[in-house]
């Protein structure tokens, strides 16, 4: 006990370095793409609407963050990503399982799945706004069509790749219909429902911003889109950082480090 | 015998023979229970509309000749796209995949503008291209390399270290590993990619027309919507979801599978 | 302990594909006493497989009976434990979780069932590797847990379906000792699946060779216990009994 802690005070210091230097090393090219920047607009003698200046991009950023429009928008598509996303899971996991169980039921309604979590998302738009109007409402329905099939598909897929000598062993260990649905089911469909959450929330985000575009008076992809109405581009450069930015965090900073603490140490895919 | 099981034993065996039997049935029901709601009424007509009536605009349309256009124009955009999108991903993904230099000083960049998303790019490229072909190019070959980009570097990554060695003592030169060795053993990888990619880009083409709006299935849609007529909507949907579920289905997978399933290099999910 | 009663089993079963009727067990019957450890050898395709599936509960038998201490079978159930082939452990719990599993169906709190797991691994010589999880263990340790994880759920018979056919010989090896030591211990009634002629003598009171469905023979193993394959390769009634075996085996 006494060596691995001395083990691992040892290890601390050097540990974090090679994670400050990782993050150098990371950062360093976004860094030079941002220095060249200023450089060849000037240079080149870029006009403003074409491309903005970097001066012009924080000068916009810091009107809009003090009149409160940028996190206006950001809060307004924040909000409907995280109620479709979350309505979305709440509804297709328990379905995805239900159907998964049994294996007849599973091959039958694969090919059903499949076609409609092609469909699903940016297609819907259309009739989204034809059914709930212009708004919150046909925005977050296309989000949660989004994340609903596609994780669905995947759990359905999830809970039919269970090896059946798991829920025989489960079932010999004395688990019942509760037991082998949260011991078994759930835990062994985990890996594909959350690859199917990170593909379905990869669809959602960019059914988001188109619908945004067309549907709404509020969110980052309105921003852009109105911009563009007064070729303001320092708006709509900034609002793509921001909307990259985002994704990046809700994809690194959430999503990625779920798989990882799940299915790596499980061993039980290999992913990208 | 029971005869439930009779039944199912036939269909088993048709299925066996015919795996297009076992795609096909399953939307019979879904039909029926589509058809049943419509015709009760359950929702306004105007709102939803029944399978006949979108039979109706099928057969309306394509005497029209307006959808066979438009499909023909969605689908050259497509191909254009994933044309362009594989030019430059296979490429790329492979220097990055083979320099750990090259890895370093682009992963990142690379990694923010796979962040930014095809479709915050549509406002910025109306502005330089205005409506037309080379925006909605632009975008389906932005979304389509990606996908292409990561999985080639995953698939060179994932070729044996021995492989490339076996190839060199048996007196390959370096230019013939990559053709011989590298990029078979990444192709089914790369397929992976391509098949991911134009997942979002088939997503991305229908954005782009809803907004760019001039011609497509995108289009057709979206128009129907100002309109007001769901019976086209839902024509769009099907016509897109088929489509896609052909090209998927049909040639990717088993383009996919007869690559990496065959030599048993898979590592898929 | 409990005994296991076979009586004239049987299980037929519908191919779809070929569309008629598959005969997988003909008519077994097999009787095995309190704390009797009975091997069940066959070359491939007897159907010894299918006869553990329906004593655990995991197939429907088509014709006769199962009982576990006089009652009969029905369903997969915490009072016959199975050890798999493919070891079976939940790849999404820790080793001490997976040996814990059966407990904690029986509504035994964490603490108490933390410490029948760990009582059970260190039986097995196990209790550095509590916290890892099964992918991060070798095949041997593996086959091990899933060994304890059977006994640790205190069950009337153990079931075992060719346990120790994926992992390498000298652990074999071990893990037959170690199986032989644990059972005169513990004493239970056991049903041993193998297709490996030295295994089944080595381990079993009874050895029963299966063919085409039914069983061939029925042959007593005296030999004395406890063994250790050191002494027991030497053994001229070891030697004796495995020729004898696989004799019939082979002409099964």
Known sequence: MATAELGAARLGPSRAMRRVVGAVTFLLPLLCLFLLWPVVTTAFDVNPRVFPGVGMVWAALVESVRDGSLFAHIGASLGRVLVGTALGILVAVPLGIAMGVSSGISTFLTPLFRFFSVLAGIAWIPIATLWFGYGFGAITFVIFNAVFFIVTYNTLLGVSAIPMRLRHAAASLGAGRRAMLTEVLLPGALPNIVTGIRTGLGFAWRGLIAAEMIATNVGLGYMLFVARDFYRTEVIVLGMIVIGALWLLIDRLLLAPLERATIERWGLVTRS | ?269 | ?252
């Open chain 2, 1 to 269: 015998m029971n005869p439930a099981l009779q039944a199912w034993g036939y269909y088993a065996r048709w299925t066996a023979r015919w795996p297009g039997v076992a795609a096909l049935v399953p939307f019979i029901p879904v039909v029926a229970i589509w058809w049943l709601v419509a015709s009760l009424e359950v929702f306004p007509r105007a709102f939803f509309p029944g399978p006949a009536e979108v039979v109706r605009g099928f057969v309306d349309l394509t005497y029209k000749g307006i959808l066979p256009a438009y499909l023909e124009d969605s689908v050259g955009r497509l191909l254009l796209g994933a044309g362009f999108g594989m030019a430059i991903g296979i490429p790329l993904g492979i220097l990055v995949g083979l320099s750990q230099t090259a890895y370093r000083a682009t992963w990142p960049i690379i990694l923010f503008f796979q962040a930014i998303g095809d479709i915050a790019w549509l406002p910025i490229l109306l502005i330089w291209f205005g409506f037309g072909l080379t925006t909605m190019t632009f975008v389906i070959v932005y979304t389509v390399v990606f996908p292409v980009v990561f999985n080639t570097v995953l698939g060179v990554r994932s070729v044996p270290r021995d492989l490339p060695r076996a190839a060199l003592s048996l007196g390959a030169p370096r230019w013939r590993v990559l053709t011989e060795v590298i990029l078979p053993g990444a192709l089914p990888n790369i397929v992976t990619g391509l098949r991911n990619g134009l997942g979002y880009g088939w997503r991305a083409l229908i954005a782009a027309e809803i907004i760019v709006g001039t011609s497509g299935i995108g289009f057709l849609m979206f128009d129907a919507r100002r309109a007001g007529s769901a019976t086209e909507i839902v024509l769009g949907m099907i016509v897109l979801g088929l489509l896609w579920y052909a090209v998927d289905a049909w040639i990717l997978a088993p383009i996919e599978r007869a690559t990496g399933q065959r030599w048993g290099l898979v590592t898929r999910t």
């Open chain 3, 1 to 252: 302990m409990k005994s296991l009663e076979i009586r004239n089993l049987q299980k037929t079963y519908f191919d779809p594909y070929a569309g008629t009727k598959v005969t997988a067990v003909q008519d077994v019957s097999l009787d095995i006493r309190e704390g009797e450890f009975v091997s069940v050898v066959g070359p491939s395709g007897c159907g010894k497989t299918t006869i553990l599936n329906m004593v655990a509960g995991f197939l429907p038998a088509t014709g006769g009976e199962i009982r576990v201490g006089g009652r009969p079978v029905k369903g997969p159930g915490a009072d016959r434990g199975v050890v798999f082939q493919s070891f079976a452990l939940f790849p999404w719990k820790t080793v001490l979780d997976n040996v814990g599993f059966g407990p904690k169906m029986r509504g035994v709190p964490k603490a108490e069932r933390d410490r029948i797991a760990r009582e059970y691994l260190a039986l097995a010589g196990l209790s550095h590797a509590a916290d890892r999880y099964p992918n991060e263990l070798s095949g041997g340790m593996q086959q091990r847990v899933g060994v304890v994880r059977a006994l640790a759920n205190d069950p009337d018979v153990l079931l075992m379906d060719e346990p120790f056919a994926s992992v390498d010989a000298q652990t074999r090896m071990t893990l037959q000792e170690e199986l032989t030591r644990i059972w005169q211990e513990k004493q239970h009634t056991v049903l041993f699946i193998t297709h490996d002629v030295g295994e089944a003598v080595f381990l079993a009171d009874r050895v029963v060779v299966l063919s085409k469905g039914r069983v061939m023979r029925d042959i007593p193993v005296t030999l004395p216990r406890p063994r250790v394959w050191d002494e027991v390769t030497e053994d001229e009634d070891f030697k004796r009994l495995s020729a004898e075996v696989l004799h019939m085996v082979r002409a099964a």
